[in-house]
């Protein structure tokens, strides 16, 4: 992670990391839903116990996260999580035991990521600020990496995190323009799943744009899944991943002669888990409907109880209102075909056989 490497959506395991079975259950869902990384909570010896397991079998990288006893840094770190993050807030002794977490890190080749969080702010700093400012923060954050680099250990990544988008967002402004490490990015205690995805959007979108930003959390009160769903979605809406299946629909207004919500769901409904990035228009009138059904890959542009299909630009087809959804899945169905099959073609040609003529040519 970081420099040119791309942005990695990750998570937190919502089971107690204890329960091997269930968590190891949880990371395969997280997995499968195209999370990236993932963390677990380590509060207790039996969390701690599990790790080797965990870190061992789970499908993609493991990050312990610790809270409160140093102890358990170091016992991740042994059981060979792909990184550690520490909460300096709320270890008892963190900083005096820097340097035996920076050699114990290095020997083992594990990253560290400093995670200061507003609700948990070193009460010194409290002090000098008043409250969790921007500057706090990032004077956490920055002091903390110092007392690393003071034993040679550089491996780290820090996060600024704090519920209000518009101070977090400051926060890691400030903290990128000051540092050079990667920066994990999250609105913490973002809120209910609608909430916390207009936080989260706001937020990320405000600092990937400007290329603030390596890995992220979407941190909601939902199901670990959606939150992986909410950022891949986001990185996809700032072209920072290759776009899956998207829907282009219109909202409705007066001028709608057919029940767009409804063919936006249907249609939704029926490609559900396709993974080729297909863009499909479902338009509700002839003001921009066509224009639309015409840029996206699959579109349809509906009126008077029927519907123009159109495929890469071209009206195919136009079919009764009834038929309008099945006729969208089936088209749509064609194209990732299509796609698919010149997928195979241009990886067979790529490693196709050089011919004689080829061979002595170079």
């Known amino acids: 992670m970081g420099g040119d490497a791309p942005v990695s959506v990750q998570s937190m395991t919502t089971t107690r990391t204890s329960d091997i079975g269930a968590t ?27 790790l080797p397991t965990i870190a061992r079998k789970s499908q993609i990288p493991v990050i312990a996260d610790i809270h409160f006893q ?22 008892k002794q963190f900083d ?8 114990a890190a290095k020997d083992h080749g594990t990253p560290v990521r400093i995670g200061v969080n507003a609700g948990s702010l070193d009460r010194r700093l409290l002090k000098k600020y008043g409250k969790a400012t921007p500057e706090a923060l990032v004077e956490s954050a920055l ?20 519920n209000d988008p518009v101070v977090m967002i400051e926060a890691y402004k400030q903290l990128a323009a000051q540092c050079a490490y990667p920066l994990h990015l999250g609105v913490t205690e973002a809120g209910p799943a609608f909430q916390g995805t207009i936080k989260s959007a706001v937020a990320f979108g405000a600092l990937l744009s400007q290329g603030i930003g390596d890995t992220i959390r979407v941190s909601l009160s939902a199901p670990p899944a959606e939150e992986v769903k909410v950022g891949l979605q986001i990185l996809e809406a ?27 769901e249907e249609v939704t409904a029926g490609l559900k888990g396709m993974d080729i990035p297909l863009r499909v228009a479902v338009m509700g009138c002839v003001v921009n409907g066509p224009g639309e059904a015409r840029e996206a890959d699959l579109g349809v542009a ?9 495929v890469k630009g071209e009206v195919v087809r136009t079919v009764p209102e009834s038929r309008i959804v099945e006729t969208l ?23 196709a056989v050089p011919t004689a003529g080829q061979e002595s040519a170079e």
């Open 238 to 264: 700032l072209n920072l991943k290759q776009r899956g299946l998207e829907i282009v629909s219109c909202p409705s207004c007066g001028r709608a002669q057919v029940d767009v919500y409804k063919l936006a």
């Open 143 to 162: 002091w903390e990496a110092s007392l690393f680099e003071e034993h040679d250990f550089h491996d780290i990544k820090i996060s600024v995190k704090h």
């Open 96 to 103: 005096d035991k820097v340097r035996e977490i920076a050699r």
């Open 24 to 50: 190891l259950q949880q990371i395969a869902e997280l997995t499968a839903s195209g999370c990236q990384i993932v963390r677990v909570a380590c509060p207790t010896q039996d969390d701690a116990d599990a």
């Open 329 to 351: 899945i089936e088209e749509a169905f064609k194209l990732a075909e299509l796609m698919r099959q010149d997928e195979d073609d241009d990886s067979s040609s790529s490693g």
């Open 302 to 310: 509906s009126g008077n109880g029927k519907g123009q299909i159109f």
């Open 70 to 91: 140093p102890k358990y840094v170091f016992a991740a770190i042994e059981a060979g999580c792909a990184a550690v993050r520490v909460n300096p807030g709320n270890i």
